[in-house]
């Protein structure tokens, strides 16, 4: 391998591992997002059915994924007041921002209360016994 390869494919690496996080900077606290189940830990990649995808390997979008893609990747008001996960709590109510005025850089109003990607009372029940 040249060293020109191995320095586009360490560019590429960068830019991809970089990717989500950015994404998360674009959601009210998206850095403290909560494993839905399990309180303990955070899940990085809100927007994905698994808490660290790999590049590699073929991943699922979350209904809350789909609809952030949808809204152009962006916290808009609309993307703000769906429910994605159909929990009965709007995604704003979920990250913290409940009267949807949150903008990239604000400190969210309220802290996350849940994950907006996950019904937390259908998806944690199938996980337990
Ligand atoms: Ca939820």
Known sequence: MTMHVRVVLLLIFAAL?????SY???IPNGHNVLDPCD?????PAVGH????????IKHHL???GL??????????GALC???SDGDGRTNGEELGD???QWSVGDTPSHRVSGHPGFNEHTYCQGLVG
């Open 81 to 83: 007041r769906q429910d």
């Open 98 to 100: 409940p009267s949807c």
């Open 67 to 76: 609809d952030f893609h949808a809204a152009g990747k962006r916290w808009t």
């Open 49 to 56: 059915d698994s808490r660290h995808p790999h590049h590699h």
């Open 17 to 21: 591992g970089t990717c989500s996080k």
């Open 62 to 64: 979350l209904q809350f």
């Open 24 to 26: 998360r900077d674009r």
């Open 39 to 43: 309180h303990s830990v955070t899940w």
